[in-house]
T-cell receptor
């Protein structure tokens, strides 16, 4: 088991472009989460899936953000028409429920919007 | 709305001393509370989970308490070492979903 992997680790884009991040969770985990983190802040919840179903999406998340988890395995997070305020670390985490609730995080995808 | 506060942005202590970090929450009734460690540029790493019916939990040099009346958790690192220097995040949770505080950065000086 290689843990949670995220790709790309770094992405620099120009304002207005679309970006997509991929997360591969631990294989037996049925829950997958996306968080966003800016410098000096804790991870902010964006959305989560149980298997392929998206169970909750943050009300703070604009319509430019969309996430999918086809077949309940890997997940993608797409940001359309990026803005400078989207610059952040995007963290993916997975867990198994029912279980301890422990989240296993990836190393994150850092987005810089110029 | 839910609010999670962790004590002071930075905590500096001398090697060998006990570090005590505080997590307070409001407008929230978590079933459990987790603590994570985060190093610069890395994802958080799970340390401990304590449930609402538990008062205290220990793991090696780590101790966590959980007071649901005060809505507070304390996280202790005993015999601290420079390698313990990191940001520590508390995360109260329910039904598998956790909300994170902004963390406390701990620096342990030799």
């Amino acid at each position: 088991d290689t843990g949670v992997s995220q790709d790309p680790r770094h992405k620099i884009t120009k304002r207005g472009q679309n970006v997509t991040f991929r997360c591969d969770p631990i294989s037996e985990h049925n829950r997958l989460y996306w968080y966003r983190q800016t410098l000096g802040q804790g991870p902010e919840f964006l959305t989560y899936f149980q298997n392929e179903a998206q169970l909750e999406k943050s009300r703070l998340l604009s319509d430019r953000f969309s996430a999918e988890r086809p077949k309940g395995s890997f997940s993608t997070l797409e940001i359309q028409r990026t803005e400078q305020g989207d610059s952040a670390m995007y963290l993916c985490a997975s867990s198994f429920v029912p279980g301890t609730g422990e989240l296993f995080f990836g190393e994150g995808s850092r987005l810089t919007v110029l | 709305s839910q609010k999670i506060e962790q004590n002071s942005e930075a905590l500096n202590i001398q090697e060998g001393k006990t570090a005590t970090l505080t997590c307070n929450y409001t407008n929230y009734s978590p079933a459990y509370l987790q603590w994570y460690r985060q190093d610069p540029g890395r994802g958080p790493v799970f340390l401990l989970l304590i449930r609402e019916n538990e008062k205290e939990k220990r793991k090696e040099r780590l101790k966590v308490t959980f007071d649901t009346t005060l809505k507070q958790s304390l996280f202790h690192i005993t015999a601290s070492q420079p390698a313990d220097s990191a940001t520590y995040l508390c995360a109260p949770g329910n039904a598998g979903k956790s909300t994170f505080g902004d963390g406390t950065t701990l620096t342990v000086k030799p």
